[in-house]
C-alpha cells in the first residue's frame, strides 16, 4: 500500500515508516519538520516520499494523499502542558489538525486510519477496594501529594487501592489538556468512520521508549531524561516515591504494531473505530526503570525527590490482551533488554554534544512536556 504517515520524521513515526518500508510498503511523510523537535532534520530513508508541511495545511494534505491508500496518524503536540494557557496549542495541532486530515481523507475517499492514541485518555489506570470492589478514584489532591501521600484512595471508604491492569472497556477520564485532546481525536475519527464507511483503530500507546527518543527538548520523556543525566555522571531524580506504576513498550513493538493493525484494516467493519492498548502488558515501577537504566550505564543511583506534577496519575497500566487477540500482536523486547539498548544508545553520544530529536509535530506551535 501507499501510506501516508503524519509525524513521520519523529520518534514513533520514523519507526513506523522503517516497519512499512520493511514489508514492502510505499511510506509518504507528512512532517513540519519544527527545530523544536528537529535541531537536526533526519534525512529521509531510501524509499521514502517526504512532504515538509502543517497537518493542518488542507492543500499540502490533499497533495500528500494522492495516490494513498490508508493513513498512520502520528502527529501531535506532546506533554502536559505548563498551565491551561497551552490549551489553545494542544487543541489547535492534535484537533484541528485531526479534522483537517480526516476531512481531506473523506474527500479524497480514503478510509482506512490508523491513529496514534494514548492510554492517558484513562486518566488513573484499574484500581480494586477489598471491600467495594473496582472503583475509580478521583484526582489526587495537592495537599495529599504534598504531604507525601501518593497513593489514590477508595472514594468510598478511604482504603488502601489495588492497581491492576485497565482494559479498553474502561471508562475515559482524561486529567489535563493533553489527554483531552487525544480523547478528542478518537472521537473526531469515530465520527468520520460513521460519515464516510471508513475503518479505523486507535493504538493506544503506553509509555514508550527506545532508540532515537529525544533528548533534552520539550518532547522527551523520563526515560530520556534519565539517560541524559547518567550520561552527564548525574544520577536520574525519580519524582514521589518512584512507585508510579507504568507500561514500558519498546518504540519498534509500537511501529510493528501499526504495520499490523494497517494489514487488517481491510478486515475490519466499516463505520467503526476499534481501540487498542499497545503496550508489554508487565508493569515496571518508575523507580525501578531508573535503576535499571543506572545500572546498565554504569552511573549512580537515583535519587527519589518526593516531588510531584499537578495532573500525573499514580498507575496506569496495560491490558494488551485484545490488540494479541484480535491481530495477533504482542510485545517482543522485554524490559531489561530494551533498557539496556536504550541506555547503551545514550552512553555513545558525547554528553557535550547537542543530539538530534526525532519525535515530532506537524504543527508550528511550541511543545511541552
Known amino acids: 500500500m501507499r501510506v501516508l504517515v503524519t509525524g513521520g520524521a519523529g520518534f514513533i513515526g520514523s519507526q513506523v515508516v522503517a516497519a512499512l518500508l520493511a514489508r514492502g510498503h510505499e511510506p509518504v511523510v507528512l512532517d513540519a519538520l519544527l527545530p523544536s523537535a528537529h535541531p537536526e532534520p533526519p534525512p529521509p ?33 506532546v506533554g502536559l502542558g505548563k498551565d491551561f494557557a497551552d490549551a489553545p496549542d494542544y487543541v489547535g495541532c492534535n484537533d484541528l489538525g485531526t479534522a483537517v486530515l480526516l476531512a481531506a481523507m473523506a474527500a479524497a475517499g480514503v478510509r482506512q486510519l490508523v491513529l496514534a492514541g494514548s492510554m492517558v485518555v484513562y486518566g488513573e489506570g484499574s484500581y480494586t477496594c477489598t471491600r467495594h470492589g473496582a472503583v475509580r478514584p478521583g484526582p489526587r489532591a495537592e495537599a495529599e501529594l504534598a504531604a507525601g501521600r501518593f497513593e489514590p484512595r477508595c472514594p468510598r471508604c478511604g482504603a488502601e487501592l489495588r492497581p491492576g491492569l485497565v482494559g479498553e472497556d474502561a471508562p475515559t477520564d482524561p486529567r489535563n489538556v493533553y489527554a483531552a485532546t487525544k480523547l478528542a481525536q478518537e472521537h473526531l475519527a469515530a465520527s468520520w468512520a460513521r460519515a464516510t464507511g471508513g475503518r479505523a483503530v486507535s493504538l493506544r500507546y503506553h509509555n514508550v521508549y527506545g ?32 512507585g508510579q506504576r507504568r507500561d514500558f513498550v519498546h518504540v519498534r513493538d509500537v511501529a510493528a504494531a501499526n504495520a499490523v493493525a494497517l494489514w487488517a484494516l481491510p478486515d475490519r467493519a466499516p463505520g467503526t473505530l476499534t481501540a487498542y492498548n499497545t503496550g508489554s502488558g508487565v508493569p515496571h515501577t518508575v523507580g525501578e526503570m531508573a535503576q535499571t537504566l543506572a545500572a ?42 530494551g533498557m539496556a539498548e536504550f541506555a547503551r544508545e545514550g552512553m555513545r553520544a558525547a554528553p557535550s554534544a547537542r543530539p538530534a530529536a526525532t519525535t515530532s509535530s506537524v504543527c508550528p506551535t511550541n511543545p511541552m512536556s
Do not use: K
Not at 549512580?300 to 494479541?324: F, K
Open 211 to 242: 532508540p532515537g527518543m529525544p533528548r533534552d527538548t520539550p518532547y522527551a520523556g523520563v526515560a530520556s531524561f534519565f539517560r541524559s543525566a547518567l550520561a552527564r555522571g548525574q544520577s536520574p531524580t525519580v519524582y514521589e516515591d518512584g
Open 296 to 337: 546498565a550505564c554504569g552511573g549512580p543511583p537515583p535519587v527519589v525527590t518526593g516531588e510531584y506534577r499537578l495532573g500525573d496519575v499514580r498507575h496506569i497500566t496495560a491490558s494488551s490482551r485484545r490488540i494479541a487477540a484480535d491481530l495477533g500482536w504482542r510485545a517482543a523486547t522485554g524490559f531489561t533488554e
Open 45 to 77: 530513508r531510501p524509499g521514502e516520499r517526504r512532504i515538509v508541511a502543517d497537518v493542518r495545511d488542507r492543500a499540502a494534505v490533499d497533495a500528500a494523499l494522492d495516490g494513498v491508500q490508508a493513513v498512520c496518524h502520528q502527529a501531535a503536540m
